[in-house]
């Protein structure tokens, strides 16, 4: 059973407007969160982080915001830039244990 | 060093072969993990090692095996496989605590052939 998804396997956004990735969870003892971004051939690169004592957390052009009572969490960046196309996963974990990935979402942006 | 390394980058071998993939991390991270990713597919958990010891194997085939040598290695031993274990393998560490620090080698891509 997925216990992490992310229900839009792409998205496109022009270049300079905000890119929105979302991600929602089953388990509600899931207390940590990651984004990490994936290119073709290369392992996950940690994005950004949240734990579940906050609903935002920013660095930069990425910000992650977390929804506990619905559990969802979402990505925004802005500017999107090209060089932002990738994949996307959202990760989340309980109790410091291992995580349990979503099913990415693959980004593009265009020039 | 804040790399997780992963040898080989590529891999090609035949349903008969045995091969080794190797992983090592210079950061002291006391947890280490062996994903499968598919195409289009999230990573998926195949072992976890904390302090060395195998402290979880998520019904893994048996022509899959791990080693962790010492806190700095790990290694995944093929035998047999498939043409449908052709994946992007990748390997993690972390602290003993995966929210203190979660880092992922850049995987090897095994083909079966």
């Known amino acids: 059973d997925q216990q992490v998804k992310q229900n839009s396997p792409s998205l496109s956004v022009q270049e300079g407007r905000i890119s929105i990735l979302n991600c929602d969870y089953t388990n509600s003892m899931f207390d940590y969160f990651l984004w990490y971004k994936k290119y073709p051939a290369e392992g996950p690169t940690f994005l950004i982080s949240i734990s579940s004592i906050k609903d935002k957390n920013e660095d930069g052009r990425f910000t992650v915001f977390l929804n506990k009572s619905a559990k969802h969490l979402s990505l925004h960046i802005v500017p999107s830039q090209p060089g932002d196309s990738a994949v996307y996963f959202c990760?989340?974990?309980?109790?410091?244990?291992?995580?349990?990935f979503g099913t990415g979402t693959s980004l593009t942006v265009i020039p | 060093d804040t790399e997780v390394t992963q040898t080989p980058k590529h891999l090609v071998m035949g349903m008969t072969n045995k091969k080794s993939l190797k992983c090592e991390q210079h950061?002291?991270?006391?947890?280490m993990y062996w994903y499968k990713q598919k195409a289009k597919k999230p990573p998926e958990l195949m072992f976890v090692?904390?302090?060395?010891?195998?402290?979880i194997n998520e019904s893994v085939p048996s022509r899959f095996s791990p080693e962790c040598p010492n806190s700095s290695l790990l290694n995944l031993h093929l035998h047999a496989l498939q043409p449908e274990d052709s994946a992007l393998y990748l390997c993690a560490s972390s602290q003993a605590r995966v929210t203190d620090g979660y880092t992922f080698g850049s995987g090897t891509r095994l083909t079966v052939v």
């Open positions: 090692y904390s302090y060395e010891k195998l402290s």
């Open positions: 990760a989340a974990s309980a109790f410091g244990n291992q995580f349990y």
């Open positions: 950061m002291g991270h006391r947890a």
